[in-house]
């Protein structure tokens, strides 16, 4: 593992793919919840596809942390990805009292996630450009 050297720009080309990933994940996710009124297959498959580009990310920031690359930055990507990835997950510990319920709790999760998201990016990438 340590003879492979990752570009800094696959973290970014990855960031921006979890950046849309996670704003579909919103759509998707209030839809349901708000015309829809539940939390369906697609909804789920949308949740779980974020769910894993947040996990590709995380582990391309390690390996790239690793390489000595971006430690200046650490705690913001550290708040920002895992933070993100720790609220989608929260969902799965949340009671489910009612489909429609259960919805919106997914739809809240993702919103703050998007948050997290956005945070990491956006100021990841002003510590990036210096």
Do not use: C, N
């Not at 990752?6 to 080309?13: A, F, G, I, K, S």
């Not at 994940?25 to 949308?46: D, I, M, N, P, Y």
């Not at 996990?55 to 990805?81: A, E, F, R, S």
């Amino acid at each position: 593992m340590d003879e492979i050297i990752l570009q800094p720009q696959l973290h970014l080309l990855v960031g921006a793919l979890v950046l849309l990933t996670s704003l579909v994940t919103v759509v998707t996710t209030g839809r349901g919840a708000l015309s829809l009124k539940r939390f369906g297959r697609t909804e789920q498959g949308v949740f779980i596809a974020a769910q894993l580009a947040l996990m590709v990310q995380i582990m391309i920031g390690i390996k790239l942390l690793d390489q000595g690359i971006g430690t200046l930055q650490k705690y913001v990507h550290y708040i920002g990805g895992a933070g993100a990835l720790g609220l989608l997950v929260l969902y799965y510990w949340l009671p489910k009292t009612s489909e429609q319920d259960h919805a919106r709790k997914a739809l809240w999760v993702s919103v703050a996630s998007l948050v997290f998201v956005a945070l990491a990016f956006f100021v990841g990438g002003m510590y990036a450009r210096g």
